[in-house]
């Protein structure tokens, strides 16, 4: 049979096609008015998108490149930070942090799981200069409750800065940037906006802009500083990925067509609809008497656990030889152990009965339990028909 | 919900990428070495891709131009031509004929059948200069017997020509161009090649070629020898479509991927591929109590009739609405009858899948009657699981 390559992994995501056309056929020099017009433009929409009014920097990088640039400029080599961690990207912070020479405090919870508030808590004294926190963390398929952490720093911190990454959390959370009080937002371009990787950005309040007075971790090419004085004349320090700006241009013009010209609307629908294939998702998978691997599951991702004595390893192999799909494996210790269905960005109804049709298949044969067909594809439409119902009587 | 725009029309199809790309990209001049290397490998990879050893012609046109150039090129006013019409397209060789005075016999059936081979045995008499008819009638979703009707053609006809429309036929239906003796056979770029409109291409028999020395009706752009002499030179008598060329050479060499490097073996695999996707669609249909329209159904498309009392412009309109999926409404009187789910060049699994689970919604929206979530699925996975196992026995 024919197959077409689709990714349902948690980035990179399927490619907007306005965006693949905009990176195509951009060639504008960097230091022109066209890229300048291009690239404020951007920023401005960025801050609706990300739904702040703090200084929002794109920088030519992934996402870790990002994570990497709110260590070194908001911790001196000593500071005490502490690291909120439920998987493999939380550990990526504590190994951020522990680089650049902070005292790092690491509440760490199993994999698959998200933190008791009353934790984080007995751990937010006024000495902690920074918390590192996933909005979900990608290897696990978790949610963190951002706005209960943010409630504990912003109360119990003395200047102490929140950093969110939400590089898979942006466009599949609902985020209250400014109003809950996040210092550094994360996000990267391979995610909820559709693009391939290469560029990351975030948002960065005053409290974090005056930090960076006083911090002396060494920094160069990710000195946001720089980037921000950069910014407020309408360019980058650095040369920036100019193709991947015009394909950003083109995936918020799409966010802003989904909210019908209102682009902080199209953001939450573009939510929504990753809450809505994520519920599909995870009654199919339930469906099939399946576990989530997270007691918290997220929006943005759905982590199944591979049924007793089955490697997750041959269900991605066989959704790849089988149907071309694309789904992500356990990172890690949880190789093995989960398979991963992303829901961030462009994904809709006819993509999650796709896939969930294509995961009965695979079942049926990398296990030998009987498989009922139509029974998850059946629970993903009561999910739909819910959800459109409502939808309809809104109309 | 976000939604990405599909077509599941007879025509335009849904778009390879690759072709997308090649076609954006192409930037030669039609009179270069670089375009003629081009367009000779094209003509070369054409033979292949129609099954036959008769020279093909690739022209700048809709597919009705190589319907017109295959009647102004073959006949001559007053010839006495038979047309065997069970459709819209049917009906459009009947009017070509005429407006070329052609003296036209037309064996037609009631919309959705197919011809006995009997009836058309008592029409093909010696005088019959040509025969028309389509492979697969895009406006009902029938079928018909091209190896049937050519053995009439060759057995009963002094040197008749038959001269088949294949424009939704190639690349669906397995077809033996010259074992079966068809003298022309018109494809078109929207359909199985996965292309936009501009191209259509037809192969020519030597006795067609033959028959152009002596037809008297007047053509000029469709003139087939000179196109013919030209493609000798390794050039087009008329300015080629050229980015719908470098489209076409990816598309082909796409196909040729499918057969692992053998293009014959691809075609087969694309034809098997609109087989299985039609199978799971007419079992889709059935398991809603839906009823097809045709009684000889093609594997291009899918003609469902709309149930009683309801329009199938609601349908379209719901599909559309819904999941902006584009289906296809039935044409003239079969308005408002039909709707119609293609099968044609670039769909798999997913997708059939995909729009067999909106189809339910649809149907729940559209009639009052109860749809049991997953049962049209739960069939189109049964073909599907029977013909993947027997795919699994082969490897």
């Known amino acids: 049979?024919?197959?077409?390559?689709?990714?349902?992994?948690?980035?990179?995501?399927?490619?907007?096609?306005?965006a693949q056309t905009a990176m195509a056929s951009f060639t504008a020099h960097h230091r022109t008015a066209d890229f300048k017009a291009l690239f404020q433009r951007v920023l401005a929409d960025m801050k609706e998108f990300i739904g702040t009014k703090n200084d929002v920097?794109?920088?030519?990088?992934?996402?870790?490149?990002?994570?990497?640039?709110?260590?070194?400029?908001?911790?001196?080599?000593?500071?005490?930070?502490?690291?909120?961690?439920?998987?493999?990207?939380?550990?990526?912070?504590?190994?951020?942090?522990?680089?650049?020479?902070c005292n790092v405090d690491v509440l760490s919870v199993p994999y698959g799981e998200t933190f008791l508030l009353e934790n984080i808590r007995a751990r937010v004294t006024p000495d902690v200069r920074a918390v590192f926190v996933q909005a979900t963390e990608s290897s696990?398929?978790?949610?963190?409750?951002?706005?209960?952490?943010?409630?504990?720093?912003?109360?119990?911190?003395?200047?102490?800065?929140?950093v969110v990454d939400a590089i898979t959390g942006l466009g599949t959370t609902h985020l209250d940037?400014?109003?809950?009080?996040?210092?550094?937002?994360?996000?990267?371009?391979?995610?909820a906006?559709?693009?391939?990787?290469?560029?990351?950005?975030?948002?960065?309040?005053?409290?974090?802009?005056?930090?960076?007075?006083?911090?002396?971790?060494?920094?160069?090419?990710?000195?946001?500083?720089?980037?921000?004085?950069?910014?407020a004349k309408g360019e980058t320090a650095y040369t920036p990925a100019t193709s991947l700006f015009a394909a950003l241009g083109a995936a918020l013009e799409f966010v802003r067509g989904m909210g019908k010209g209102d682009l902080a609307k199209g953001r939450?629908?573009?939510?929504?609809n990753a809450e809505l294939c994520a519920e599909m998702t995870r009654a199919g998978a339930k469906a099939l008497g399946l576990k989530l691997y997270s007691s918290a599951p997220a929006a943005a991702l759905t982590a199944i656990s591979a049924p007793d004595g089955v490697d997750s390893g041959k269900i991605v192999k066989e959704f790849r030889e089988s149907f071309d799909a694309v789904v992500a494996n356990g990172q890690g210790e949880m190789k093995g152990k989960l398979f991963r269905i992303a829901h961030i960005?462009?994904?809709?109804?006819?993509?999650?009965?796709?896939?969930?049709?294509?995961?009965?298949?695979?079942?049926?044969?990398?296990?030998?339990?009987?498989?009922?067909?139509?029974?998850?594809v059946r629970a993903a439409q009561q999910v739909y028909a819910r959800s459109h119902d409502v939808a309809l009587a809104a109309r």
Not at 177 to 191: E, L, M, P, T, Y
């Open 1 to 18: 049979m024919l197959h077409k390559n689709r990714l349902f992994t948690p980035g990179p995501t399927p490619l907007l096609p306005a």
């Open 140 to 162: 696990t398929g978790a949610r963190h409750d951002v706005q209960g952490i943010a409630k504990i720093v912003r109360t119990q911190g003395n200047d102490t800065l929140l």
């Open 57 to 101: 920097l794109v920088l030519a990088c992934s996402g870790t490149g990002v994570m990497e640039a709110s260590v070194s400029n908001l911790t001196s080599p000593g500071d005490k930070v502490l690291v909120l961690t439920a998987g493999k990207f939380g550990e990526r912070w504590t190994g951020l942090a522990k680089a650049f020479g």
């Open 268 to 272: 939450e629908e573009l939510v929504n």
């Open 193 to 231: 906006l559709m693009m391939p990787p290469g560029l990351a950005y975030c948002a960065v309040s005053e409290r974090a802009w005056k930090r960076m007075d006083a911090t002396t971790s060494p920094r160069f090419y990710f000195d946001l500083r720089k980037e921000r004085k950069s910014a």
């Open 177 to 191: 940037v400014d109003g809950w009080g996040v210092d550094v937002i994360i996000g990267g371009s391979q995610k």
């Open 345 to 376: 960005g462009y994904y809709d109804y006819l993509d999650t009965i796709g896939i969930l049709g294509a995961l009965e298949h695979v079942l049926a044969r990398v296990t030998d339990r009987s498989v009922e067909y139509g029974a998850s």
